[in-house]
């Protein structure tokens, strides 16, 4: 062939794409507008009404906790933003994709977690210092009961959706509801705690309630700090991952299973054992199909097939004797 006719040829190349073809699950996103949507009415809702009574009333206790739900709101808006940014389509800054933004809202929510466990501790040791504690009754109680009870009954849906979702920042949003339930409801006990059996009760309850928000924030770090780092896949999805595989029609064998956390789900690279003798467009076709069963799992985003011919007799035994125990050839 010419020079011209090489050139010609290589003008023809296909151009290389370099960003993911990355479809968004509507399911999912539809979930995460649902946790949102809830955690923006809830959090609007009680701060102007909590607002208002503390206005009205000059209660301290209520003012304190509408300044709690003002931070909520502020975090739920923050949420939004990463949760609807985390869905936006592979680009060329981001050529897999913005899921991974998803573990850092959830981290920065259980950091606000910790400061609002903080804050808990600041006012426990001020009544343990001398300061007393003091609590209205009338409207201030019934808008902190009513506060508790709806941040239990967001908490109820926020964890649904975040399930479905497979969300971890809409999980540790349900889980900030949930201290938020326990934090009300330790105010209160507390209150009357300290008005008939001792005085030393309500802190006592709101540093136990801190802890409880701090071990939640430590959960909730760890697990995102995992997503962000590349943690290992539990071995029962391994499991999953390898009968996936094994079930595509042509496959001999899985010999490897690499399955980390790159964000919220799994990258998985595996080693997929096939006949020597298949025509490579029938071995291509066994790639696609276990590619498609391994990424078919809830938990997986991505998955890298390699395949290989099944070894011979000879080459097993060569593998296995290579691998014994003191066999200065292993590896």
């Not at 007393?132 to 009338?138: H, I, N, R």
Request: proline share 5%.
């Amino acid at each position: 062939m010419s020079s011209a006719g090489q050139q010609k040829g290589q003008n023809t190349v296909t151009k290389i794409r370099r960003v993911r073809k990355h479809n968004i699950d509507p399911a999912r996103y539809r979930f995460y507008r649902r946790a949102i949507r809830i955690a923006l009415l809830g959090n609007v809702t009680l701060a102007a009404v909590k607002g208002g009574t503390a206005w009205f009333s000059g209660s301290t206790a209520v003012m304190a906790t509408a300044v709690d739900s003002l931070t909520d709101l502020v975090y739920t808006l923050f949420m939004a933003w990463g949760l609807r940014l985390s869905q936006q389509p592979a680009d060329e800054t981001h050529p897999q994709g913005h899921a991974r933004i998803e573990p850092v809202i959830s981290a920065v929510i259980g950091l606000m977690m910790g400061l609002a466990g903080l804050e808990v501790i600041k006012r426990a040791m001020a009544q343990l210092l001398g300061e007393p504690a003091s609590f209205e009754w009338g409207w201030p109680a019934a808008v902190l009961i009513g506060s508790g009870l709806v941040k239990a009954i967001m908490y109820l849906l926020v964890r649904r959706l975040g399930q479905a979702a497979r969300s971890p920042a809409i999980c540790a949003s349900a889980r900030d509801n949930l201290s938020d339930v326990f934090s009300s409801a330790a105010a209160l006990i507390g209150v009357l705690a300290a008005n008939w059996l001792h005085p030393l009760a309500d802190p006592i309850a709101g540093i136990i309630v801190a802890l409880w928000i701090f071990r939640n924030v430590l959960d909730i770090l760890l697990e995102n700090v995992g997503y962000l780092t590349g943690r290992a896949a539990e071995p029962a999805l391994l499991e999953q991952i390898q009968t996936a595989a094994r079930a595509v029609e042509g496959v001999r064998g899985v010999h490897q299973i690499i399955a980390d956390y790159v964000g919220p789900r799994l990258r998985v690279d595996m080693h997929v054992n096939v006949e020597a003798e298949i025509p490579f467009c029938a071995a291509h076709a066994i790639e696609d199909a276990v590619q498609s069963a391994v990424e078919a799992l809830d938990e997986v985003d991505q998955a890298f097939v390699h395949l290989e011919p099944v070894p011979t007799p000879g080459e097993l035994s060569k593998k296995i004797g290579n691998h014994e125990p003191g066999n200065p050839g292993g590896g």
